[in-house]
Structure formats: structure tokens, C-alpha cells
């Protein structure tokens, strides 16, 4: 059973969750509406008898739905149900009323009396004092998942309010569901469970038969049924933990305890005899969650506030001081409050600690952070993810060494490579020419890089591949994958997955799978795995590791006794949760980290990191990461809720979608990257049902929540779209636009009434543009019509990256230039000197690109948008890309100086580049000579199939004989 349970992975469709959610609100809507109306109509109206029809069939309904929330609760419901079927409609309506008021107000959370001025309606409550210690004690749901009577479940739920103290820092209710198939469906539906306790046997088949429900279960296994009730209990815990990992899980079971906690320990956080421990298990449960809710860093800068401190030392304003005896600048401190001045300090002592020496709380949050997001170390930064990337890149990449970089990744990586002195190859990602932007890199374009180092005989200078994930316009990897197949042509590569806008991801089951920290954990199960390592070596059998064709063509698996997991993942926290701004956190996976990497990463982290790091953002991070284990699973799938409710707006209103689309998967995703063939995650019959199966299989997958707007058929393009209609006239703030498109980003702030807005001001502006198209002229209409055709068919194609000049490009072991990386640093410090550079227009470069000269970029030409560098120092400029910046009709290019044209390196100075990079192609060869042999990878001694620097300089040697 073991290898059986460690390897199910729970295939529970989430799809549904919008409906179920907004069917329960609209339910109890419509109940209370049908209700008023039908009590007020006599007996023999048929009106009443229509909507007494349509109660009974709500009623139905939420039935099944309410038995998974622990309020208003499946009894209560019941018994509102009863009341309905016997025509006390005037008391039910009463009751309904008075349960929704609640339901929608969240009030249950902090005062579950809410019910009891109807007297007949059970409290839950008993005194007043415990009342009051509740409106400052958060609220929680348990789940337990047992076979149980009403009546056995009324005395464990008295049981559990007879246990609670107002010396409770939380307070919590249970939700009782009796199967294997009712316990999935309640984790994914409640997000207020914090825990679940599994109890020894019980029934694998719900019998609710809700369609809708019931969808959620899609691709659960259903040979679950047919194993022995006691194996069920550790098998449901496993694949709840896979879905919802912030949880805390119990088993109590009646079989052998020791042995199962040898063989599940790990899932469950403590594993109970029968019934043995009821008080252990209640204190149990609150200490988890109190785990989840500290914020060691946070309470300690609030504990030092408090504090009397004489303050002779740096920061005059810290407790207020310099404000308060000002007679000048008191409004400082009157618009934030004192607060943020008595947490003010540069002290690391008294209670506080050092981000750059952490051994207190600081060390604490960060650990604490790590388990939420899965890593196995995490950094704080306050400097943004900018600082992030420089210091990973500048802790694992060596001078010389080879990273792999999407060209359109954010400009801190530019500079990163460039300090460190790596050799950037640079990757290209497939282009949307029709919106301007990029997509991502195919993984078939990454293996042929690696596979064109490895034919040049510099593999073994490859450290890194740096990758966006998800990038701006929301295209996410399947990293995965990525991983999986690289490593298979490069067992020890390190990666990079810049998740400066994927911070959010690790809340939600289906973004989860795609992100770097969860990947790694996969990846470092499935190489200890004897099942994996058997799959591996008879595809190793079944290939030609010779043939660059066929490794391009297969899906690379690794040999996991030679691959590393070595993963970083860098996440500006500010950007999608909830962080003062530049609180940014580094995670690291990497099983290496201890014996290749903790020096020069510490050594990096000092370099980047002021010794003044700001407090109050490092206790936004801590207390960020306590949102994100206490209610991210919520957040993140209201937000998506809401993402998906925008766009089927604009989808569905008549004028909207005149001028305006959302793009959708297929505008961004190409065919060939959809593997599962999904056209589209949403249509009406099958609601988003598309789109788990899509994030499950396909190559690059669309985040929803990021919504991309084509509005050229309105003739604006986007920079006018952005300032002058969403920014000037209606106050909304958006970040990114293509020539053509608008980015509208939700995020866990975002409110409903915010969409609502948002859809109001849309509408606006087509009424706008239908009015200004309305009162055009022949002359203007020709004029207007000539535009949208522009904006919407005439993009011109983004241009590759051309290639470094030969003077700055890498060498192989023979000392050719074939390969696709160069040496940025040399090319970025070069331009310093201006006597190296000299000026070309763009009428100039066009003539010379003609003649056959070769223009070389001494600086990053950036336009804005779309804000990547179409150059970078020692990039050869090719016709396209001239043509491409013809086209741009932006008026914010940086590197590129209208009234002098491109920043170009002179022949001569090209020529000593070419001689420098030619010396040190040398000394490397000399270098390489002097060096022993590698020892091969393979534990057995065994020659290693690929990779090592002998194996991969003898092959490209013999094939370069040929
Ligand atoms: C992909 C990517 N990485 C890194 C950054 C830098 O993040 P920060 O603003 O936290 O420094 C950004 C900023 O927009 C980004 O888009």
C-alpha cells in the first residue's frame, strides 16, 4: 500500500467551486425572497403554490451543500426544511432571513448567537463572557470525518463547546461528514476548516448524488473503494494535504497506531489511539492553528513599541521623537499614526534581530515562511524581487559561467548577469505578434540550447536557467517539465523561477502544481522513487543520447541517482499578497545548498542587503505569510472567482464586446502548447471545467486572474487607453499595455464592487467611442477606420534576439564561436569609455545593416511599451529589429537617444573585444587542460550517459572529425 499511497495524487476538479459558492449565496437569496412572498399569499393562489414549488426545489439544493459549513449547520437546516414542509412559513421565513443576514455578513465568525433571539433555533453560544472573548478570538472550522449519528454528533459537538475556555485564543465549531468522497468535497468548498481529524473507518461513496458536487470528485480513483476501511484514513489524509498543505491533520484510529505513524507520520501532525485523548487532540488543534497565527517578528517589533528606550543612536525619528518636538512637521506623524514611529529602530537587540545575522524572531518568520511556501530555506528581502534576482544569480553563477535567460525577463536579471560576469545565452520566447507581447520559452527551444553547448563541448559551463514564471501577461511553465527534461541533458543545472507575480500561487491546488518550490518537492520524491528509477532507465534504453533530433523530440526523463534538485524561486510578496511594498522573499529547494552554495549565497545576501533593512516590512512579510496559511486558499479562489466573473461580463455584453475582448488561451497560448487541445477555459455548457484539465497537462497554461483587453477596434492604443481614459477620467490604476492591449490585474484586495466598477467605466468608454464614431465624417470615419485596422492588424512582428557580436560571443573547446551566449559584462563596461562608441540614426544603421556592416549595441534599448530590451550591450543590431523600431509608436525608449540614434561599439573597439574574449577562449582551454578528469556523476562508476566535460569534448570532437 505504501508506494501506492505516496503516489496517488487526488484528481479532485475545482471547476465548480464558482457555482457552488455563488449558487449557496443566490440560494439563500431567492429562499428568503420565495419565502416573504409566499407567507403573505393565501393558501389556494397559485402564485403561492409556484413559489412554494420553487423554495421546496432551493431547498433541495443547499441541502447537500449546507451539511459541509458548520453554520447554519445541516441540523438547523433541517429543521428550517421541517418548517417549510409543514407551511410555518412566516417562522421560516424569519429563520431564513435572519441566516442569511448572517451568512453574508461573515458574522457567524465571531458571534454565532446571531440565531437566538428565534429561541427555537439552537445557540451555540453559552456565556456572555464567552461571548465577548470571541469578538477578539478568530474563528475556525473543524472538520471531522467519521459515520456518525445526529444524535452522536450533537454530543461531540457539545462535547467541544463544553471544552472551550475564554482563555481560547481561537474559537472553533465542527463540520461532520461521514465519507472519503463528502471530505474532499468539504475541504475544497469550506475554506474556513483549518483542520481535519480522520477517524478510523468510514464509507468511501458520499451519497450525495448534487451534479455539481459531485464534479468536484472527477478523477478521484475509484479503486479507493475496494481497499480496507482502515488504509482509508491515511490515504484521505495524503491527498487533502496535497490539496490544502496549510492544514492540519489528525488520524485517530483504532488500528495500530505505531505502525501507521511510521509509515504517515509525516502527512498527519499527530496520529491519536481510539478515543483516548479528546483533551490532546482539542489543545492539539488550537496549538496548530495558534502555529499558523504567529507572527515571531511582527509581535516582537510590537512589544519593543511598547517598551520605555532612550534612543542614542542612529534614526531621530524613531519613537516619534524628532516629530513630536517639531513645530513643523507634526503631520507627519498625525496622517500615520505613532505607531509606525515607535516600531521605528535601527536596534537588533532587545527583543529584535538582525536580517543580516538573523538568530531571533526574524530567523523565526523566516523558517515560518519557508513552511508556508514550501521551500526549505527562505530569505527575507526588502528591496523587491530586484535585489532578489541579483543575489541568486550572484550566489550561484561563477565568472564565465553559462546562464540560460528568457531575454524578455524583468531588467534586474540583465544587470544581476552583468555583475556577475556570466555568459548570458539568451532564450527566446514565441512571440504574439498580433498583441505586441511574448509568451514564454518552449522547453524544445531550451533543450536545443543545452544540446548546442553540449555539441561545443561547454555543457559543463552551463550553471543556470533563469525563467519567468508567470510572466506579466500571465503564461505559466510547466516548470515541472521544464526541469524534468533539462536535467536530463544537465543533471546538476540550477534553476531560477523569477515568481515575482506567482507569490500567490502556492495558496491554490491548481496554481500550486506550477510553481518552482512545489515542482522541486515532486521532483525530489520522484527520484527517490524505485518505480520512477525503473520508468527512467527503460526510456534511458529506448534512446539515442547521440541523436540531438530524438532528444528534442522526447519528453527527457532524468537518471535520478545523477540529477540535483537545485531550485530557486524569488517572489515579490508586495506585488499579490499582502506586504508593505518592496517586502520580497527569496525560497530556496536546493538539496546542494548546504555543501555548494550557503557561503556565496551569504556572501550575495550581503552584498544586496542594506544594513538598514526596514522593520516594518519585514513584519508585513511575516504577518503576510500568516494570511496566506490562514485563509490564501480563500483569498485566492475569490479573486479567481472574480477574474472569471470579468471576464464573462465582457464576454457577454452586448456593447462591451463591440470593442473589447478578454484574450483568452487560445489567443496566447499557441496549438502546439496545448496539448490537452483546450480551446478555451470557460464556455456555458461545462462553466471552467477546461480549465484544470489544461493547467494539468499543457505546456504553457493562461492565468486567469490576469486579464488582458484587445481594445484596438476603439482606435486608441494602449498608452492612451491607460492615461488618458482608465487613469484621467475614472481613477483606475493599471500597470502594463501593449500597442494594442490593457492588462487588468485582480489581486486578493480586489472587491466585487471594484469589477463592478470596472465593467461601469468600460461600458462608458464604448459609449464614448460609439458617439465620437457617430459624429465622425467621411474624412474622419476613413481616418478612424485606418487606425483600428492598424491597431489590430498591422503589429509589427517582435523581433528574436539577433546574436552577440563575435567579439563578446562564447567560444567552444576549438575556439569557434557557434554558441548563442556572450559576454554582457565586458560589452556593458566597454561603453563606459566613450572613446569606444560612436552614434548611428536609425536611416544611418539601415544603410550600414545594408552594406554588410555589423552594428553592435553598446547599451539596453528598452521601449516602453513593452518594456523588454529589444538590445542589450554586445547585441549585434539586425534589419528586423530596425524595422520593428520604426513601427514602435511609443515615446519612451531608453538606450536610444532620438536627436543621436543607437549607442554602437567602434570597429576598433570591437577589435580589442575580439582579441580579449579570443585570449581569455584560450586560457580557459589551458585552464581546462591542467584540471583532473571529472569524476563521472553515476554512483556505480558507470560513464555517465551525457553531461560530463570529458564525454561531452570527446563526442563533439568525434562528430567534429566526421
Ligand atoms: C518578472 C519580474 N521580476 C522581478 C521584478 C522586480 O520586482 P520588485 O518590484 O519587487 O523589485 C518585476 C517587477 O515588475 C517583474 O515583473
Known amino acids: 500500500m505504501s508506494n501506492n499511497t505516496t503516489t496517488t495524487k487526488p484528481r479532485t476538479s475545482l471547476s465548480r467551486h464558482r457555482s457552488v459558492w455563488e449558487m449557496r449565496s443566490d440560494g439563500w437569496i431567492s429562499l428568503v425572497d420565495h419565502l416573504s412572498r409566499s407567507a403573505i399569499l393565501q393558501p389556494d ?21 449546507e451539511g459541509y459549513w458548520a453554520f447554519p449547520g445541516g441540523r438547523v437546516f433541517g429543521e428550517l426544511c421541517q418548517w417549510i414542509e409543514r407551511e410555518e412559513l412566516a417562522r421560516a421565513h424569519q429563520a431564513a ?53 445526529a444524535t452522536e454528533e450533537d454530543a461531540l459537538r457539545r462535547r467541544v463547546q463544553r471544552k472551550r475556555s475564554p482563555d481560547d485564543d481561537f474559537v472553533f465549531d465542527i463540520v461532520v461528514v461521514p465519507t472519503f468522497e463528502d471530505a474532499l468535497i468539504a475541504t475544497l468548498v469550506n475554506f474556513n476548516l483549518q483542520a481535519v481529524v480522520i477517524r478510523h473507518g468510514f464509507p468511501f461513496r458520499s451519497v450525495n448524488h448534487n451534479d455539481m458536487l459531485r464534479r468536484f470528485l472527477d478523477g478521484v480513483d475509484e479503486s479507493i473503494e475496494q481497499m480496507p476501511e482502515f488504509e482509508r484514513g491515511p490515504l484521505l489524509g495524503q491527498q487533502i494535504a496535497q490539496l490544502r498543505p496549510e492544514l492540519d491533520l489528525y488520524l485517530v484510529t ?16 499527530r496520529i491519536f489511539f481510539g478515543e483516548e485523548d479528546h ?32 534612543v542614542f543612536h542612529a534614526l531621530p525619528l524613531a519613537r516619534g521623537k524628532a516629530i513630536m518636538n517639531s513645530s ?71 565568472p564565465d559561467d553559462i546562464v540560460l535567460v528568457d531575454r524578455n525577463c524583468h531588467k534586474s536579471h540583465h544587470y544581476g548577469l552583468v555583475l556577475a560576469g556570466a555568459q548570458v545565452a539568451y532564450l527566446d520566447s514565441y512571440p504574439l505578434d498580433q498583441y505586441s507581447m511574448y509568451g514564454a520559452v518552449p522547453v524544445r527551444h531550451i533543450k536545443e540550447t543545452l544540446l548546442g553547448f553540449r555539441r561545443a563541448g561547454t555543457l559543463d559551463r552551463v550553471r ?84 540531438d533530433e530524438a532528444l528534442l523530440n522526447a519528453r527527457l526523463l532524468p537518471d535520478p541517482a545523477r540529477a540535483r534538485v537545485r531550485v530557486y524561486a524569488t517572489h515579490s510578496t508586495h506585488k499579490t499578497l499582502t506586504a508593505l511594498r518592496q517586502g520580497s522573499m527569496i525560497h530556496v529547494w536546493d538539496q546542494d545548498f548546504k555543501d555548494k552554495a550557503e557561503e556565496a549565497f551569504h556572501e550575495a545576501y550581503m552584498t544586496h542587503t542594506s544594513t538598514s533593512p526596514n522593520y516594518q516590512i519585514l513584519a508585513s512579510l511575516d504577518v503576510g505569510r500568516r494570511q496566506v496559511e490562514l485563509e490564501g486558499y480563500e483569498l485566492i479562489q475569490r479573486q479567481l472567482e472574480l477574474a472569471m466573473s470579468l471576464r464573462e461580463q465582457v464576454l457577454r455584453h452586448p456593447l462591451l464586446k463591440r470593442y473589447f475582448r478578454f484574450l483568452s488561451v487560445v489567443d496566447v497560448v499557441p496549438e502546439a502548447y496545448r496539448e490537452s487541445g483546450v480551446q478555451s477555459y470557460y464556455n456555458d455548457e461545462n462553466g471552467w471545467a477546461n480549465l484544470e484539465s489544461a493547467w494539468r497537462t499543457d505546456e504553457f497554461a493562461l492565468d486567469p486572474t490576469r486579464a488582458t483587453l484587445s481594445i484596438g477596434a476603439t482606435g486608441l492604443d494602449g498608452d492612451s487607453f491607460k492615461n488618458k481614459e482608465l487613469m484621467d477620467k475614472y481613477g483606475i490604476q493599471i500597470n502594463k499595455t501593449s500597442r494594442n492591449t490593457v492588462l487588468f490585474m485582480t489581486n486578493i484586495g480586489t472587491t466585487r464592487s471594484a469589477v463592478a466598477y470596472l465593467i461601469e ?29 492598424s491597431l489590430t492588424l498591422e503589429q509589427p512582428p517582435l523581433p528574436d534576439f539577433s546574436s552577440f557580436h563575435f567579439a563578446f560571443r562564447g567560444r567552444s573547446v576549438e575556439g569557434r564561436a557557434e554558441t548563442r551566449d556572450g559576454d554582457i559584462r565586458s560589452a556593458f563596461f566597454l561603453s563606459y569609455d566613450d572613446s569606444n562608441c560612436e552614434y548611428v540614426d536609425m536611416a544611418e544603421a539601415a544603410r550600414a545593416i545594408a552594406a554588410g556592416r555589423e552594428l553592435v549595441s553598446a547599451l539596453f534599448v528598452i521601449p516602453y511599451p513593452p518594456g523588454f530590451p529589444i538590445l542589450v550591450p554586445g547585441q549585434v543590431i539586425s534589419a528586423e529589429i530596425l524595422q520593428f523600431m520604426a513601427a514602435l509608436d511609443v515615446r519612451e525608449i531608453h538606450g536610444f537617444r532620438p536627436e543621436l540614434g543607437f549607442r554602437i561599439f567602434s570597429d576598433a573597439a570591437l577589435q580589442r573585444a575580439a582579441q580579449a574574449t579570443a585570449a581569455r577562449a584560450a586560457l580557459a582551454v589551458a585552464d581546462r587542460a591542467a584540471q583532473p578528469p571529472q569524476v563521472p556523476l553515476a554512483p556505480d562508476g558507470a560513464e555517465p550517459e551525457l553531461a560530463t566535460t570529458s564525454q561531452t569534448t570527446r563526442k563533439s570532437t568525434s562528430r567534429s572529425k566526421k
Open 45 to 65: 393562489d397559485p402564485e403561492r403554490e409556484r413559489r412554494m414549488a420553487l423554495v421546496r426545489q432551493i431547498c433541495e439544493t443547499l441541502a447537500p451543500i
Open 254 to 269: 483504532d488500528v495500530s497506531v505505531e505502525d501507521i505513524a511510521a509509515r504517515v507520520g509525516e502527512v498527519f501532525k
Open 761 to 789: 467605466v468600460l461600458v462608458k468608454i464604448a459609449r464614448d467611442v460609439d458617439a465620437r464614431v457617430a459624429d465622425m465624417s467621411a474624412i474622419e470615419r476613413r481616418i478612424h477606420e485606418k487606425r483600428v485596422r
Open 97 to 149: 432571513r435572519r441566516i442569511h443576514r448572517v451568512l453574508a455578513a461573515r458574522t457567524y465568525r465571531h458571534d454565532s448567537s446571531a440565531l437566538e433571539s428565534d429561541n427555537e433555533l439552537p445557540s451555540q453560544i453559552e456565556t456572555d463572557s464567552e461571548r465577548l472573548a470571541q469578538l477578539s478570538r478568530p474563528y475556525f472550522e473543524v472538520l471531522i470525518v467519521d459515520e456518525m449519528s
Open 279 to 310: 483533551i490532546e487532540l482539542y489543545s492539539s488543534i488550537m496549538k496548530g492553528v495558534g502555529e499558523r497565527h504567529r507572527t515571531p517578528f511582527f509581535q516582537a517589533l510590537r512589544d519593543y513599541a511598547k517598551q520605555p528606550t532612550g
Open 328 to 398: 513643523w512637521i507634526g503631520d507627519l506623524a498625525q496622517f500615520y499614526g505613532m505607531n509606525l514611529f515607535m516600531a521605528e529602530t535601527s536596534a537588533t537587540s532587545g527583543g529584535l534581530d538582525s536580517l543580516l545575522d538573523p538568530v531571533g524572531p526574524l530567523k523565526l518568520a523566516q523558517e515560518y515562511a519557508a513552511r508556508a511556501f514550501g521551500a526549505r530555506r527562505t530569505f527575507f528581502a526588502t528591496n523587491g524581487t530586484s535585489t532578489c534576482n541579483k543575489i541568486v544569480v550572484q550566489a550561484l553563477v561563477r
Open 464 to 547: 543556470m536557467v533563469l525563467l519567468t514564471n508567470c510572466t506579466f501577461d500571465g503564461i505559466v511553465y510547466d516548470v515541472e517539465r521544464v526541469m524534468l527534461e533539462c536535467l536530463a541533458i544537465k543533471p546538476d543545472l540550477v534553476f531560477l523561477w523569477d515568481e515575482a507575480w506567482f507569490a500567490f500561487a502556492r495558496c491554490h491546488p491548481i496554481y500550486r502544481q506550477r510553481t518552482g518550490m512545489a515542482a522541486a518537492a515532486r521532483l525530489a520524491e520522484m527520484f527517490k522513487d524505485p518505480a520512477y528509477a525503473r520508468r527512467q532507465a527503460a526510456f534511458a534504453a529506448s534512446i539515442d543520447w547521440d541523436d
